[in-house]
């Protein structure tokens, strides 16, 4: 009791002189630490900053009350956010995002069998993002990263590159087992996205725009066994297309998302290969 009147003294000190005022807004989660001879106030989050942490600590020490303020930001998450706070009053952070899915090729010719749970994906972006000061529940973002994505056909079948350099169906050698066969593409990936957020104290966001790729590597690769010896080939210049534009979309919600993405556009160039589709969805965080 001592010790909590001795506080409410010297916050009630600290607050008569203006300048030396801590004043924080919607907080999220507020601790009293209490000890023998210890007693330390903890904020942690404030408005649509959730990693903010303000500690109040007093302390007596020869009879006498010390006290020590100090403000950090809590980085212990999953990925990587570093913010700052702009001459503006707008919101900068650095986010570290990571995505897995699966992709189910669509428009595919009747004689391509791509099989979906043979079809994935995977991204790792590093993302600028920035929330205006007179809009806090919206967040506008800018990245840069690498997607690579790799499409499978079913066991009986396998692509091949032709003479005249178009992609094509094969048959697998005679008695070839453990058979597969995919297209594969990497790309440096531009996201541009526009997230909202319902709600000052809400950990749910939407999150929508194009993703630009801009495909740096193609190629197709086949792999089987006949006996005890194992095969494999890898075909380049495949005629993919240099620049792809996606649709992405992704819901979140404490740090973790599920995301859907649809590219209209066809993986090969129109007179490079059959013209399919891609339709992906996944785990982002």
Same mark, same amino acid.
């Given at each position: 009791?001592?010790?909590?009147?001795?506080?409410?003294?010297?916050?009630?000190?600290?607050?008569?002189?203006?300048?030396?005022?801590?004043?924080?807004?919607?907080?999220?989660?507020?601790?009293?630490?209490?000890?023998?001879?210890?007693?330390?106030?903890?904020?942690?989050?404030?408005?649509?900053?959730?990693?903010?942490?303000?500690?109040?600590?007093?302390?007596?020490?020869?009879?006498?009350?010390?006290?020590?303020?100090?403000?950090?930001?809590?980085?212990?998450?999953?990925?990587?956010?570093?913010?700052?706070? #702009?001459?503006? /009053? &707008?919101?900068? @952070?650095?986010?570290?995002?990571?995505?897995?899915?699966? $992709?189910?090729? *669509?428009?595919?010719?009747?004689?391509?069998?791509?099989?979906?749970?043979?079809?994935?994906?995977?991204?790792?972006?590093?993302?600028?993002?920035?929330?205006?000061?007179?809009?806090?529940?919206?967040?506008?973002?800018?990245?840069?990263?690498?997607?690579?994505?790799?499409?499978?056909?079913?066991?009986?079948?396998?692509?091949?590159?032709?003479?005249?350099?178009?992609?094509?169906?094969?048959?697998?050698?005679?008695?070839?087992?453990?058979?597969?066969?995919?297209?594969?593409?990497?790309?440096?990936?531009?996201?541009?996205?526009?997230?909202?957020?319902?709600?000052?104290?809400?950990?749910?966001?939407?999150?929508?725009?194009?993703?630009?790729?801009? #495909?740096?590597? /193609? &190629?197709?690769? @086949?792999?089987?066994?006949?006996?005890?010896?194992?095969? $494999?080939?890898? *075909?380049?210049?495949?005629?993919?297309?240099?620049?792809?534009?996606?649709?992405?979309?992704?819901?979140?919600?404490?740090?973790?998302?599920?995301?859907?993405?649809?590219?209209?556009?066809?993986?090969?160039?129109?007179?490079?290969?059959?013209?399919?589709?891609?339709?992906?969805?996944?785990?982002?965080?």
């Amino acid at each position: 009791m001592f010790l909590a009147i001795a506080l409410l003294a010297v916050v009630a000190a600290q607050a008569s002189n203006e300048n030396d005022t801590t004043l924080i807004n919607n907080a999220h989660k507020v601790m009293i630490i209490t000890g023998d001879s210890l007693q330390t106030i903890k904020v942690m989050g404030k408005e649509d900053d959730t990693k903010y942490v303000y500690e109040n600590s007093i302390q007596l020490v020869d009879s006498n009350y010390v006290s020590e303020t100090r403000t950090y930001r809590d980085l212990k998450s999953i990925g990587w956010d570093i913010g700052r706070k #702009n001459k503006n /009053g &707008s919101h900068s @952070n650095i986010t570290l995002n990571f995505g897995l899915g699966i $992709s189910t090729p *669509t428009n595919v010719p009747e004689q391509f069998s791509l099989r979906p749970f043979k079809s994935w994906e995977g991204m790792i972006w590093l993302q600028l993002n920035n929330t205006p000061k007179r809009h806090k529940l919206q967040t506008y973002s800018v990245g840069l990263g690498l997607t690579f994505r790799k499409y499978g056909l079913r066991d009986g079948q396998m692509f091949q590159k032709g003479a005249d350099g178009t992609i094509q169906l094969g048959d697998f050698p005679e008695g070839a087992a453990d058979r597969y066969s995919n297209i594969t593409i990497t790309s440096l990936s531009v996201p541009l996205f526009f997230t909202h957020k319902f709600g000052a104290k809400s950990h749910y966001k939407l999150t929508l725009g194009p993703v630009v790729n801009f #495909n740096i590597g /193609g &190629s197709v690769n @086949n792999g089987y066994e006949i006996g005890d010896d194992e095969y $494999s080939s890898t *075909t380049r210049s495949i005629g993919y297309r240099p620049v792809t534009i996606d649709f992405m979309g992704i819901l979140r919600a404490y740090g973790f998302g599920f995301y859907f993405k649809y590219s209209p556009q066809s993986v090969l160039k129109s007179n490079r290969g059959p013209q399919f589709h891609a339709l992906s969805f996944g785990l982002f965080f």
